[in-house]
C-alpha cells in the first residue's frame, strides 16, 4: 500500500518558492537598482541644499576676508588684521590654503562660488564614505544602507567650510588604513605623508587623522601589552615610518610648529563647549542624532557579532564617541568609524577576504555625468543664482545694518556679537570687529564674556570693549538690545530683525 502527499491547497510548491526567492535576489542584485540606488544617495543632499540653497556657515566671511588678505600680501598673516583685539597678537590662520581657494571662487563666480563649495562636499562625502565602506566589504546594500545613515546624521555640519575636507580626507585615511590592515596593501600608505601636509594647509583637525594614525602604526605594542593575538596580523612597524613622515609633512606649512601651539589653544578650551551652537553636545531633539545613534550602537554589535574584539577597533570606537559626542560639529568622525568598523567587523566575522564586483569604469562614468546633470537640472529648476543667495544672506545675516553704517559713513570701534563678527570682516573691511568665530584669536574667556552679554547678564555694562565702542551692531532679538536702548551712552539709529544698529551720544 502506498501513500502520496498531497500539497494544502494555496501552498507553494519548492519551485515556485525558489522562483520567488530568486526574483528577490535578481532585484537585489540588478545593477539598474543599484545604479538607481547610488544616483540617489549621491545626489539628494545636494539637491536639498540647492532647494533651499543660502550661506549657512556664518564664519564664511572671515574665511573670504582672509583669503583675500593673503591673496594681496602675497604672505599668510602673522598678527590678526581684523579685530581691535587681535591687532598685535599673533595668529595662525591655519586654513590659509582653503581661504585662498574660496576668495578665488568668488572673485570668479560670485556667492555662487562659495555655494557651490558645500554642493560638492555634500556629493562627495557620501561618495567617500561609500567607497570606503565597499572597499572593507563585498556587500552592496551594507554600504549603501551605512552611507545614508551616515550622511544623514552629518546633516548639521555641511556648510562651505574647511571641515568637510577634513570629513573627506578622514574617509580616504580610513580606507588606505583598513586596506593596508585587512588586505596588505601597504603600498598605499606612503600616500598618507602628501594626504597631511595637504589637511595641514586647509583644516586644523589634521590631528584627529595623525591620533587615528599612530593607534594602526602602534598596534603592536598596545597588543604586546594586553597579550592579544589578532587573525589578522598588525601593520608592520615600518608603519611608525609612515606616520614620522606624516607628522613632519605637516611641519612643512607656512606656520611650522606654531601650527601644533594652535591644537594645543583649542584642546585647552571648554567654554566654547557650552557657549557656541555647534560645540555644545548632541540634544537629541533632530532625527539625524537618533540615526547617528543607531549607526554607533550597530558598529558596536557588529564587533561583538564578529567575536574578535581586536584592542585596535575598540580604542578607535572610543576615540570616535569620546570626540563625536563631546560636539555636535565632530559627529563626522564617529560617523565615518562607525561605517569603517562595520564593513571591517562583519567581513572578519565571515574570515574571508571580499569579492567585490563594482561597477565598470563605463557605468561609473555614466553615475558621475548623472549625478552633475541631477545638480544642474535642480540648479535651474531652483533658480540658483547670485541674487537668490543675496536675498538669503539679506535675511540671515545684518546686511542691511552693514547697508546704514556705509551710507552714513560709521565709524568704529564696533562692538559685534560673536555670530556675526564673521560676517562684518568681510562687508565692513575698514571697520575692526571686536568678536569674531576665531576663537583661537579671542579665547575662552572672552567668547564665554560675549556669550553672557548677548544674554544681557549682570555685568554687560562693565565689557571695555563696550565702554570704547563708538558703533554697535547686535541681534535685534538678543536681551542686551532692550538694556543698550536705556543706555544714556548709545542711541538707536537703525534696527531691523536682523541687527539693531546704536552710536555713541
Avoid at 57 to 63: E, I, N
Avoid at 123 to 145: G, M
Avoid at 281 to 304: I, K, N, Q, W
Wanted: aromatic share 14%; hydrophobic share 50%; with cysteine.
Amino acid at each position: 500500500m502506498t501513500t502520496s502527499i498531497q500539497p494544502l491547497p494555496n501552498s507553494e510548491t519548492p519551485s515556485q518558492s525558489a522562483k520567488v526567492v530568486s526574483w528577490k535576489d535578481r532585484t537585489l542584485e540588478n545593477d539598474s537598482v543599484r545604479f538607481l540606488v547610488l544616483l540617489v544617495v549621491f545626489s539628494f543632499l545636494a539637491i536639498k541644499y540647492l532647494r533651499d540653497f543660502y550661506m549657512s556657515d556664518p564664519d564664511f566671511g572671515w574665511h573670504l576676508r582672509a583669503g583675500q588678505w593673503i591673496w594681496a600680501n602675497h604672505g599668510v598673516p602673522r598678527t590678526d588684521p581684523f579685530s581691535v583685539y587681535g591687532a598685535d597678537k599673533y595668529w595662525c590662520d591655519y586654513s590659509w590654503l582653503f581661504d585662498i581657494l574660496f576668495a578665488q571662487l568668488y572673485r570668479a563666480f560670485g556667492l555662487m562660488g562659495l555655494a557651490f563649495v558645500e554642493v560638492a562636499a555634500r556629493v562627495a562625502i557620501p561618495a567617500l564614505i561609500y567607497r570606503l565602506s565597499r572597499k572593507l566589504n563585498p556587500s552592496f546594500w551594507l554600504a549603501a544602507t551605512t552611507t545614508v545613515m551616515a550622511a544623514y546624521s552629518m546633516s548639521s555640519i555641511y556648510a562651505p567650510r574647511p571641515g568637510m575636507f577634513t570629513v573627506a580626507f578622514f574617509a580616504i585615511e580610513m580606507e588606505l588604513l583598513f586596506g593596508a590592515l585587512l588586505d596588505g596593501k601597504f603600498s598605499r600608505l606612503f600616500w598618507l605623508p602628501p594626504l597631511f601636509l595637504l589637511w595641514a594647509c586647509i583644516h586644523i583637525q589634521f590631528v584627529h587623522g595623525l591620533i587615528v594614525l599612530a593607534m594602526f602604526a602602534g598596534e603592536p605594542i598596545l597588543n604586546s601589552i594586553l597579550r592579544y593575538k589578532p587573525e589578522t596580523p598588525p601593520l608592520p612597524l615600518k608603519s611608525v615610518r609612515i606616520f614620522v613622515g606624516s607628522v613632519l609633512a605637516t611641519l612643512l606649512t607656512p606656520y611650522g610648529w606654531h601650527l601644533y601651539s594652535t591644537v594645543f589653544v583649542y584642546a585647552g578650551q571648554k567654554n566654547i563647549y557650552s557657549s557656541i551652537s555647534e560645540m555644545i553636545a548632541m540634544s537629541f531633539r533632530e532625527p539625524y542624532h537618533y540615526v547617528l545613534l543607531f549607526l554607533v550602537l550597530g558598529a558596536a554589535l557588529a564587533m561583538g557579532w564578529s567575536r574578535k574584539l581586536r584592542p585596535l577597533y575598540i580604542g578607535l570606537f572610543a576615540f570616535a564617541c569620546l570626540v563625536g559626542f563631546r560636539s555636535i560639529k565632530d559627529v563626522w568622525l564617529v560617523a565615518i568609524v562607525s561605517v569603517a568598523l562595520i564593513a571591517a567587523s562583519l567581513r572578519e566575522a565571515k574570515e574571508e577576504a571580499p569579492s567585490v564586483s563594482g561597477f565598470s569604469l563605463k557605468n561609473r562614468l555614466a553615475l558621475a555625468v548623472c549625478v552633475l546633470a541631477m545638480i544642474a537640472v535642480a540648479c535651474r529648476r531652483y533658480d540658483v543664482s547670485n541674487s537668490w543667495i543675496d536675498l538669503g544672506i539679506a535675511g540671515r545675516y545684518p546686511e542691511a545694518a552693514v547697508r546704514y553704517v556705509e551710507r552714513n559713513h560709521l565709524e568704529g570701534p564696533l562692538y559685534n556679537d560673536f555670530t556675526s563678527g564673521g560676517f562684518l570682516i568681510w562687508r565692513l573691511p575698514g571697520i575692526r570687529v571686536s568678536m569674531d568665530g576665531r576663537t583661537n584669536v579671542h579665547g575662552d574667556e572672552r567668547v564665554k564674556t560675549y556669550s553672557d552679554s548677548l544674554r544681557g547678564l549682570p555685568g554687560w555694562e562693565k565689557d571695555p570693549d563696550l565702554a570704547a565702542a563708538k558703533l554697535i551692531i547686535w541681534p535685534t532679538k538678543s536681551p542686551l538690545i532692550g538694556l543698550l536702548r536705556c543706555d544714556s551712552r548709545f542711541q538707536q539709529v537703525f534696527s531691523d530683525p536682523q541687527a539693531t544698529v546704536l552710536v555713541r551720544r
